[in-house]
C-alpha cells in the first residue's frame, strides 16, 4: 500500500501549478417569514412588524412597564442555497459544513410595545413550517387566524414539533449586528441538504432579557436576519462520486490534480472540490497527505 505515497510525492516533484481556489463558498438566505409573538396577549398577532423580539417573562421597556415573554419565529427557504452547492460540489455531493443567523439588534426600540434588556436565550431548529406571518403590526395588531403567529398558536403547534436546540447565545445591549454560530443539527442539515425551508424559533432564557431586532418587515434589507451557509463534500476524497472512498479514487484524484480540464470531462457529476481533504474551501497539493492517510489507513472522519 506504499504505492499511492511514492506516486504522489512523484507528483508534488513535478511542482503542479497552483489551483485556484473554488470553495469555502458563503451563501446567504434571508427570511420569507418571520413574526414575534406575546404570551400576555396570545390571541394577537404582529407579523408586519418592523422589529423581533425575544424576551422573558420579567421584561420591561424603556418605561420600565413590564412587557412579559415574547417568542420569534424564522423562516428561510433554502432551495436556492441548495442550488448554489449543487453548482459547486455537484448534486447531492456535499453536506452542510456550517450555519450562522445575524441579527441587528435595536437596544433602544422606539416604540414602547418592545422591551430592552441583555441576557440569554436559545435557538431551535424547528420542525413545522406551517405557519405565517400574518399582517398585524404593533400599532395595529391583528386577532390571529389560521396559521398566524400568535402565542395561542405557537403554543398549539409546539407539542407536535421536534425543536432540536441549534445554541444557547446572550444578546449585546448595543445598536449593531450580531452573529450567532449556530450548531448544524440533524434537522438544520436535512432541510437545507433538501432544499426546503428552515424554520427557528428564539425562546427566552433570561427572565428580564428583552432582545428586539430588525425583521424582515423593516426598510433596509441589510438589516433583515440573515443565515449564512456554508458546505464541505459529503465524502471527502470521493473522486469518481460513487459513494465510496478506495483505490477507485486515485486515478482520479492525480487526473483532478494536474488536467483539472480533463477530470471535468470524465466526471462530470463530480467537482474538484470534492477532493478538499483538509476543508480549507481549495483543493491542491496540501490535500494529497491528507487523501493518501485516508486511502492507505481509512479516514478519521
Ligand atoms: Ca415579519
Ligand atoms: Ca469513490
Ligand atoms: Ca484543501
Known amino acids: 500500500m506504499l504505492r499511492p505515497k511514492i506516486m504522489f510525492a512523484a ?23 418571520d413574526a414575534f409573538c406575546r404570551q400576555s396577549v396570545p390571541t394577537r398577532s404582529y407579523g408586519a412588524a418592523g422589529g423581533l423580539c ?22 428561510f427557504p433554502t432551495a436556492d442555497t441548495k442550488a448554489a452547492f449543487d453548482a459547486v460540489y455537484g448534486a447531492g455531493n456535499w453536506r452542510l459544513a456550517t450555519a450562522k443567523l445575524t441579527l441587528s439588534e435595536i437596544d433602544q426600540p422606539v ?54 436546540s441549534l445554541g444557547r447565545f446572550q444578546n449585546q445591549g448595543v445598536f449593531d449586528l450580531q452573529t450567532f454560530t449556530l450548531t448544524p ?35 433596509n434589507p441589510d438589516q433583515h436576519p440573515h443565515l449564512a451557509l456554508t458546505a464541505m463534500p459529503r465524502l471527502p476524497g470521493d473522486m469518481n462520486c460513487d459513494g465510496l472512498l478506495n483505490n477507485f479514487d486515485i486515478d482520479p484524484f492525480v487526473l483532478a490534480l494536474t488536467d483539472p480540464e480533463s477530470y471535468g470531462t470524465e466526471y462530470p457529476g463530480c467537482s474538484l472540490l470534492i477532493g478538499d481533504m ?3 474551501g481549495a483543493f491542491n497539493n496540501f490535500d494529497i497527505d491528507l487523501f493518501v492517510e485516508c486511502i492507505v489507513n481509512g479516514c478519521r472522519n
Open 11 to 33: 507528483i508534488a516533484g513535478v511542482g503542479v501549478t497552483a489551483l485556484s481556489a473554488l470553495g469555502g463558498d458563503v451563501v446567504v438566505t434571508t427570511p420569507s417569514a
Open 54 to 75: 425575544v424576551a422573558g417573562t420579567s421584561s420591561v421597556n424603556g418605561s420600565g412597564a413590564a412587557r412579559g415573554r415574547f417568542d420569534t419565529m424564522i423562516k
Open 111 to 164: 416604540n414602547a410595545i418592545f422591551p430592552r434588556g441583555v441576557g440569554e436565550f436559545d435557538i431551535f431548529w424547528f420542525s413545522n413550517d406551517n405557519w405565517t406571518e400574518g399582517p398585524g403590526t404593533p400599532n395595529s395588531s391583528v386577532t390571529g387566524t389560521g396559521t398566524m403567529i400568535t402565542w395561542s398558536y405557537l403554543s398549539a403547534i409546539a407539542p407536535g414539533a421536534v425543536q432540536q
Open 185 to 219: 443539527t440533524a434537522g438544520l442539515a436535512a432541510d437545507v441538504e433538501g432544499g426546503t425551508v428552515v424554520s427557528l424559533r428564539l425562546s427566552p432564557v433570561t427572565s428580564t432579557l428583552g432582545f428586539t431586532f430588525h425583521s424582515r418587515n423593516y426598510g
Open 278 to 280: 483538509n476543508l480549507d
